[in-house]
């Protein structure tokens, strides 16, 4: 008899924050796979608002108790790192049509750099079909109310980050 060997995926991004989207789609590839890997790609390009620890820590908060999942941060291929942890599978949530065209070139760029590595899409629940951490940030930014659209440890965390900036604003001379 031949033994089912245990499926690792990878759910690969910037998670910065991570958000309620995000938190489904884990939630229904736990149904499909034995373990979620939620990987961030630290990329020296990007100016993030959180940085890599701070993104794993939430994370990590997110999904405190879920034995079957856990953060981690990667660089380089993500095809590399998926074979470093052991996965045959990367996870990618689609939110509508405009994702497609750049979602469907790296999936076919991370087959080609190695097929055996299948993407996985999973379509975003209709109710959160608009979000992104990009917009998040932009409206928490403007004062709108972001409850409901990230986990309260993100909601607790970027209201700090708010206090914190308004304290360096208030301890700058003029
Ligand atoms: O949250 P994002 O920005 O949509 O995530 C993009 C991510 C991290 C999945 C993508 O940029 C990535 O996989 N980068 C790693 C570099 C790589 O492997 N590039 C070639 C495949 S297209």
Known sequence: MRHKSRSVAVFPGSFDPITNGHIDIVDRALKVFDEVIISILVNAEKKPLFSAEERLG????????????????????????????????????????????????????????????????????????????RLVKEVFDLGGDVRGLVPPVVERRLREKRQSAAKRGRGRKD
């Open 58 to 133: 939430l994370i990590r908060d997110a999904f405190r108790g879920e034995q079957r999942v856990r953060g981690d941060t990667f660089s380089g291929l993500l095809v590399d790192y998926a074979m470093r942890v052991g996965a045959s599978v990367i996870i990618r949530g689609l939110r509508a049509i405009s994702d497609f065209e750049y979602e469907f070139q790296m999936a076919l760029m991370n087959r080609r750099l190695n097929p055996r590595i299948e993407t996985v899409f999973l379509m975003a629940p209709e109710g959160f079909s608009y979000l992104s951490s």
